[in-house]
């Protein structure tokens, strides 16, 4: 449909080397060889002639490049006769789209567009339309809530995201690639998962054989492992420095550009003159050219949780729910922001629908109910196709379940190595128990031994419903998502909530009525955007009426939004050049705004009001 609405000038495919870029190009080559096919035979018949462009991509200069990735550029370049724009090293993902906008032209014609700075360039016309092809999957880090189609967002110049593989996972890749004998960077073969650079990126530890040899990438098991081989920031910067340099030419009809500090391009006469590469920024192989230094997320940041409560029980009224406000508190108390709650039935459908609605908007997802061993007890399964994975049996579970609850004891168990003989002991109860999604694993996050394991899946952490237990677990899994650990977390959570103080709270109890007091609260408010109020009015007390809370904002821009919007902040805040680490406050800061803004709250309302000013935001 792309090529059809803005035609092969005007698609441009992003190409750095890594497995999911060439995924896309060869998607690419073949879509556009059929449609000037066609555009050619259409020609003939009018007896006309047509101008054929050959398959444009782009790539930006990484001075920390992989030599076997710039092998693979330059090889392919040659090989499929390519129209590559690299740009130098220092341009930004955003300072190299707008260049390529406002220069998209018909055929022939060169020159700013109008919305450029050449002083003839109100005489041009608008430039053509551009629709950028990208390797985004929905599993990487800056895919967001993207769709197959997405526009540009409202920061970036104006252009059409292509994702034509967003719902492909990490296997249909590698089957894409070796059904269809593909080219692709040599690294793949040595045990590297996920390209970065060559300071960020080693071989996937998943993969590792006895000796010091790795298995190639295809061949690893367990695709949440994808990212495994990826070094967190903290060590990367504890690594020493090193001078690498390197000399390539990607074709003689390839260009270079390189942007001044005012944004103006230059194109080198030379068209085919190297580059020479030195270290510099991280640039994501494996993630698509969107993931590049304008729209990367800021770290540390709070993590966002949607928690899903699952049981009739709850919507019919038969037992008041407890587990919401106990995993409000315990994640708050931790750093890490509950960002939506959603109570649903023991409906297998409806719980399949709302992980697929949430995981797209959230960093981590928490369910409630619906994993013990009865007909009702559809939660596990439920994540399984929303995961789109198999059930089977996982034999850690089952060991732990005969183990817990029956009376073998732990040497018994142990000491029954064949599989079958351990399943024959299990009752079917404990079987379906010990039935998980395929990528499930057991997470222990205490040093206990007879603690239960937290079941993780990917991004989804399924705890059980009795509000007892739900209480024991959803503590320590707070605490776990809460802590500054280096490594990231099943490919794509990092628990790095921990790196970012709480700010004070205050409540103010008042002997007004809330509606005496909207002008001062809303002054205030306005006032102070980087705390949060909250203003409740409290019923059937003589001398109390209402409550006030206040709070220092963990970042610029709201304490409790999903991570898509948190994203959406990043990104203009990167898009205006303004340094990634002004979105987060420190304790300090946050600690003046709300010293500042209770000040100000307190010289707007009748002292006669105020009964007292405490810590904390306890409403009762």
């Known amino acids: 449909m792309a090529y059809r609405l803005y035609g092969p000038f005007n698609m441009v495919g992003s190409y750095n080397g890594g497995k999911d870029a060439v995924v896309i190009f ?121 769709n197959i189609y997405a526009p540009s967002s409202h920061y970036m110049p104006p252009f059409l ?86 000399t390539v030419t990607m074709s003689q009809t390839s260009s270079t550009v390189s942007l001044s500090t005012e944004q103006e391009a230059t194109v080198p006469k030379n068209a085919s003159s190297a580059h020479t590469r030195t270290m510099s920024s991280e640039l994501d192989k494996d993630e698509s050219m969107a993931g590049s230094s304008g729209e990367n997320l800021p770290s540390p940041r709070p993590l966002s949780v949607a928690l899903i409560v699952i049981g009739d029980e709850l919507l019919k009224g038969m037992t008041p729910d407890s587990n919401i406000i106990c995993a409000a508190r315990a994640l708050r108390a931790n750093n890490v922001a509950l960002a939506r709650v959603s109570i649903i039935s023991d409906d297998s459908q409806e719980i399949v629908e709302e992980i697929q609605r949430v995981t797209k908007e959230v960093d981590v997802v928490i369910t409630s109910g619906g994993v013990g061993p009865t007909h009702d007890d559809v939660t596990i399964k439920s994540v399984a196709e929303a995961l789109g994975l198999d059930m089977e049996i996982h034999y850690e579970m089952a060991s732990l379940l005969l183990k817990k609850m029956s009376n073998s004891t732990e040497e018994t168990v142990q000491s029954t190595p064949d599989k079958d003989e351990l399943l024959r002991r299990m009752s079917v109860g404990q079987l379906k128990m010990a039935t998980l999604p395929s990528k499930a694993e057991l997470k222990y996050l205490t040093d206990n031994p007879d603690e239960w394991p937290v079941l993780n899946c990917g991004k989804i952490f399924i705890l059980p419903g009795v509000p007892k237990f739900f209480e024991q677990k959803i503590q320590v899994l707070s605490s776990f998502l809460g802590e500054p650990e280096e490594e990231e977390l099943d490919g794509n959570i990092s628990p790095s909530s921990s790196h970012l103080a709480r700010s004070d709270t205050y409540r103010i109890v008042l002997a007004t009525e809330e509606d005496m007091i909207v002008n001062a609260l809303n002054e205030t408010v306005a006032a102070h955007p980087h705390v949060t109020f909250g203003s409740y009015p409290i019923v059937d007390e003589p001398e109390h009426k209402t409550i006030i809370t206040l709070e220092g ?14 994203l959406d902040r990043a990104r203009v805040n990167s898009g205006d050049d303004t340094d990634n680490n002004a979105l987060f406050f420190t304790k300090q800061e946050m600690d003046e705004h709300l010293a500042n803004a209770l000040e100000g709250l307190k010289s707007r309302l009748p002292e006669e009001s105020i009964i007292c000013i405490e810590e904390g935001d306890d409403l009762k």
């Not at 556009?32 to 398959?55: F, N, W």
């Not at 220069?103 to 002083?119: C, D, I, T």
């Not at 821009?557 to 919007?565: A, D, F, K, L, N």
Request: net charge neutral; glycine share 6%.
């Open 26 to 146: 060869h998607l690419m080559r073949a879509v556009h060889a059929h449609y000037c096919h066609d555009l050619q035979q259409k020609a003939e018949g009018l007896e006309t002639s047509v101008m054929i462009p050959r398959p444009r991509v782009i790539y930006f200069n990484n001075e920390d490049e992989f030599p076997e990735v710039l092998d693979l550029l330059q090889e392919t370049v040659q090989l499929y006769d390519l129209d590559m724009l690299a740009f130098k090293e220092g341009v930004s993902f955003g300072e190299g789209l707008k260049y390529l906008v406002e220069r998209n032209f018909a055929p022939g014609k060169n020159g700013l567009s109008h919305y450029g700075k050449n002083s003839e360039s109100t005489h041009l016309p608008p430039p053509h339309p551009l629709a950028f092809i990208l390797g985004t999957r929905s599993n990487d880090p800056n895919a967001g809530s993207q």
């Open 161 to 246: 995201r292509v994702n034509p593989i967003l719902n492909w996972n990490y296997g249909q890749v590698w089957h894409f690639l070796r059904t269809f004998e593909l080219p692709y960077c040599k690294l793949y073969d040595d045990g590297y998962t996920s390209l970065g650079t060559v300071k960020d990126t080693m071989p996937c530890p998943a993969l590792k054989k006895d000796n010091d040899e790795y298995w190639p990438a295809y061949m690893l098991s367990d695709w949440d492992q994808e990212r495994a081989g990826r070094i967190s920031k903290k060590k990367k910067q504890q690594q020493p420095k090193e001078s690498v340099e390197q």
């Open 553 to 566: 904002r963990f970042y610029n821009g709201g304490y409790t939004r999903s991570s898509s919007r948190l």
